[in-house]
């Protein structure tokens, strides 16, 4: 018997600015910026390959020479010819002008980049005769990148089999021209750099398609893990990173799934490179190589966090989303109940902001580091007894520094709802004035979550200094020092060269 599904799930937008393609044109505009500067500083390394195809194929035995230039002839016309067909065929014109845009686009931007490096390196190089190879003369490195930046354009829509066939021959035939050269490519590296950051501009531009899993995906690869659905519900719920969902099975059960795609993963990475420009010491690891690495190790916390006894939703399954590995799902208990930032002040009592610090406890005394304990993450259930939620961003074997963000962040985000004072007295109750004391100097707005700083910046009354004070007075210890987070904060430095005079002033007012 086959069961009818209701599956209630916006119709997402056929194309999207994909973070992915941000990342990839962040990514190689650095490698292009990078490679300019090391062959500014180096000029040495510039004209690696220096000498004409042309003219090594001279040079070389008449059949070796033959062959190698109908394969790199071949290869020259298979990937414009590969993908002129596929477009044609699917009538896709739009997107062939794209293409086309971004192939000449690169072309000239990589041309253009050469020829000035050329003319800044004028007094550096020597004539061939005097026994140091300049840049070759030819079109070969705009072409490279004309090609590079039309591949990563057209890959999208590519099917699988001829993205490989693809990328395959552009680097066959950048292997047989490193073959025949010498010395280091530099112009090489700047040439498939240049084409991949203007293709991924560009499609960033006019958008990618939408590869946000359907409902029908979800339901199946639920179903692959033995789970039969009989509802499944866009949920409107905070989930930073994942996009959420309600099910409901044939038995009457109802789960939490969360879906995870490369994209999500590539905004993570985004923020991370963000945060790592413009902050310091503030505990981020290194994020994980795949999508697949990224979702077992939340799966990992999770039951981690389980068996320490932790009051958390059970992980029911983990599964992946279609036959490649661009999206994956999590499916949990669902929790009936409501998470803090949406229940009413009055509701909190000290017995549930209690409870709420002695999960944190069991987390600290195990070593696990939540690392966004906001108001979101933690959920009070029908029976008013607190859940914590989300370990997407945990860590095991945790520093001190990412244990006292989390006192921190629970510090910050409760005396939010409660005031500080009795959101530092329930913390103290169950930790202690030494945990407590100790994550002081991590109250302040650049080390807590996106949701807490933006709440703290509305209310604009400075509680985070009302917590320091809190602490100060209920431990009886002189506040430490803030730690010093940001690496580039203009205003900061401003203000203090006006308040040089003003002795009474300092971090705090800069915080």
């Known amino acids: 018997m086959t069961t009818t599904v209701q599956i209630n799930v916006p119709n997402a937008d056929q194309t999207v600015r994909s973070p992915t393609d941000a990342l990839r044109f962040v990514t190689a505009s650095i490698v292009a910026f990078t490679t300019t500067l090391i062959v500014l500083i180096f000029p040495d390394v510039f004209g690696g390959l220096g000498e004409d195809l042309s003219e090594i194929l001279d040079d070389t ?84 990148a004309a090609l590079t930046a039309a591949i990563t354009a057209a890959t999208p829509w590519l099917h699988r089999r001829w993205q490989r066939v693809s990328w395959a021959a552009l680097i066959l035939l950048i292997v047989i021209r490193l073959t025949l050269g010498s010395n280091l490519p530099a112009e090489l590296v700047l040439a498939m750099s240049i084409g ?10 006019v958008g990618s398609p939408n590869r946000q899993p359907s409902g029908e995906e979800i339901v199946a690869t639920l179903k692959r893990s033995g789970i039969d659905v009989t509802r499944l519900d866009a949920a409107q719920v905070d989930a930073r990173g994942s996009t959420p969902y309600f099910v409901e099975t044939v038995e009457g059960d109802r789960m939490f799934v969360k879906t995870l795609s490369t994209d999500e993963r ?21 994020a994980f190589s795949t999508l697949r690495r990224t979702v077992e190790h939340e799966a990992l916390l999770s039951y981690s966090a389980s068996a320490a006894g932790v009051r958390t939703p059970s992980l029911i399954t983990v599964g992946l989303i279609g036959e490649e590995e661009y999206s994956m799902l999590l499916a949990y208990e669902a929790i009936e109940g409501r ?27 195990h070593g696990i580091a939540h690392r966004d ?16 939620i989300d370990f997407g961003f945990s860590e095991l074997a945790a520093s001190d520094l990412l244990l006292n963000n989390d006192i921190a962040e629970l510090t910050t985000s409760s005396a939010l709802l409660v005031g500080p004072e009795r959101a530092v007295r329930c913390a103290v109750d169950v930790l202690g004035t030494d945990a407590v004391s100790a994550a002081a100097p991590r109250v302040q707005p650049q080390a807590l979550s996106g949701a807490t700083r933006t709440e703290l910046k509305e209310r604009g009354d400075h509680i985070d200094r009302s917590v320091r004070d809190e602490i100060e007075g209920t431990t009886g210890r002189a506040a430490a020092p803030l730690d010093h987070i940001q690496r580039l904060d203009p205003v900061r430095r401003i203000r203090s060269r006006g308040q040089s005079g003003n002795p009474g002033r300092g971090d705090d007012e800069s915080q």
């Open 339 to 365: 998470s803090l930032d949406s229940i009413e002040v009055d509701e909190l009592t000290d017995d549930i902001l209690t409870g709420i610090w002695e999960q944190v406890a069991i987390l600290r005394d």
């Open 266 to 286: 590539s905004a993570d990475l985004l923020f991370r490179l963000y945060r790592q420009f413009r902050f310091k010491n503030i505990g981020d690891e290194p």
């Open 196 to 205: 991949v950051a203007v293709g991924s501009g560009i499609l960033f531009i």
């Open 61 to 144: 035995a008449g059949a070796v020479s033959e062959i190698i230039g109908l394969i790199v002839t071949a290869l020259i016309l298979a990937v414009p010819l590969i993908i002129l067909v596929f477009f044609t065929r699917q009538r896709d014109f739009r997107r062939l002008v794209v293409i086309v845009v971004a192939a000449l686009a690169a072309a000239a931007a990589t041309g253009g980049t050469i020829s000035w490096i050329s003319t800044l390196l004028a007094d550096e190089a020597f004539t061939p005769e005097n026994g140091t190879v300049i840049v070759a003369q030819t079109a070969y490195y705009p072409y490279v």
């Open 373 to 388: 304990l906001r108001l979101a993450n933690v959920f009070l259930d029908d029976e008013k007894v607190p859940w914590i």
